[in-house]
C-alpha cells in the first residue's frame, strides 16, 4: 500500500499522515500539489522517524532537490521523466514514475526505475490491464495506482501489482474536514487485510 496524500494544506496532510500511519500503512506518497509540499515531508520526517514518506514530482529538478533535502526517499510521478529517473539511479534514490501505455512501461524499466506506477489504472481496464501488461512483461513490478477501492484492491494484488497506491478511498474529503481520524484508521485497517488475506491466497 502507497497511501498518496493530495490535499490542500500542510496541518491537513499531517492530520491524514498521522492517522494513515496508525491505521498500520508506515509509508506514504506526499503530493507535489499540497502547497509547501517541502514542509510536510520535512515535519513528517522529524516527527515520525519510522515512516517512510516519498514524493511525487511534477515540477523538475528544483523540486526533486527541495524534497530530497526535505527527507524524501522515494520519488514517484504521474508519468515517466527519463531525466528524473536517471538522476535517482545515479543518486541510489528508489524511483516509481508513472507510465500508461507498454512502451511507457518497458522505457521506464529500461532507463532503471525500481517500480513503475500504472496510472490511472482503473480508466483503462482496471485489474485486468495490470493482468494484461505483466503477460509479457512478469519481471516488471508494477504498482496499480488510479480508482483503487476496498473491493478491488484483492482483485489488482491477484493480477499481480506488487502494490497498490490509493487515494482518496483510503483518505475521503469528508473524514478530512470533520477530522474524523477514526474513519482513516479503520479505512486503512481495512485495506491491508484485503491485500494481506490476497497475498495469502497466492501462496502455494
Known amino acids: 500500500m502507497i497511501p498518496s496524500i493530495r490535499v490542500e494544506s500542510v496541518a491537513t496532510a499531517i492530520f491524514a499522515a498521522e492517522n494513515v500511519a496508525a ?27 519510522s515512516l517512510i514518506v516519498g ?28 531525466e528524473i529517473v536517471g ?11 508513472g507510465a500508461l501505455t507498454p512502451t511507457e512501461v518497458v522505457l521506464a524499466h529500461k532507463a532503471g526505475a525500481d517500480f513503475i506506477k500504472i496510472f490511472p489504472c482503473s480508466q483503462v481496464g482496471g485489474e485486468r490491464y495490470i493482468r494484461a501488461l505483466k503477460a509479457p512483461l512478469p519481471h516488471v513490478p508494477l504498482v496499480a495506482a488510479g480508482g ?6 484483492s482483485e489488482f494484488i491477484h493480477a499481480g501489482a506488487v502494490a497498490l497506491g490509493v487515494g482518496e478511498d483510503l483518505i475521503p474529503r469528508q473524514a478530512l474536514r470533520f477530522k474524523e ?12 487485510s484485503f491485500v494481506r488475506q490476497a497475498r495469502a491466497e497466492m501462496q502455494p
Open 181 to 192: 481520524g477514526a474513519w482513516i484508521r479503520e479505512l486503512a485497517s481495512r485495506f491491508l
Open 148 to 153: 483503487i477501492t476496498q473491493s478491488t484492491a
Open 55 to 82: 514524493s511525487e514530482v511534477v515540477a523538475g529538478f528544483d523540486q526533486v532537490q527541495r524534497h530530497l533535502d526535505a527527507g524524501a526517499t522515494f520519488l514517484t510521478g504521474p508519468g515517466f521523466d527519463a
Open 87 to 97: 538522476f535517482c539511479v545515479e543518486q541510489e534514490v528508489v524511483v516509481l514514475p
Open 23 to 49: 491505521g498500520g500503512i508506515p509509508i506514504m506518497e506526499i503530493a507535489a500539489t499540497i502547497p509547501d509540499s517541502d514542509q510536510v515531508i520535512r515535519e513528517l520526517t522529524h516527527r515520525f522517524p
